[in-house]
C-alpha cells in the first residue's frame, strides 16, 4: 500500500481556506515588485558584497 493510499479520508482545511478570497493587490504595487526584482536579478553584486 503506498503512504498515498495510507493517507487520512478527510484532510482539514488550512485556516482561511473557506473563509473570504484574499485582498487584491494594487497593480502598481506589483509593478513596482517586479521592477525592483528584475533590476536585482540583472546586477551583478560585486565581489565581497553579500
Given at each position: 500500500m503506498s503512504a498515498?493510499?495510507?493517507a487520512?479520508?478527510?484532510?482539514?482545511?488550512?485556516p482561511g481556506a473557506h473563509g473570504s478570497p484574499p485582498p487584491e493587490?494594487?497593480?502598481?504595487?506589483l509593478e513596482r515588485?517586479?521592477?525592483e526584482?528584475?533590476?536585482h536579478l540583472?546586477?551583478?553584486p560585486r565581489a565581497g558584497s553579500f
Open positions: 498515498v493510499a495510507a487520512p479520508a478527510t484532510v482539514p482545511d488550512p493587490v494594487p497593480l502598481e504595487h515588485a517586479i521592477t526584482l528584475s533590476g540583472t546586477r551583478r
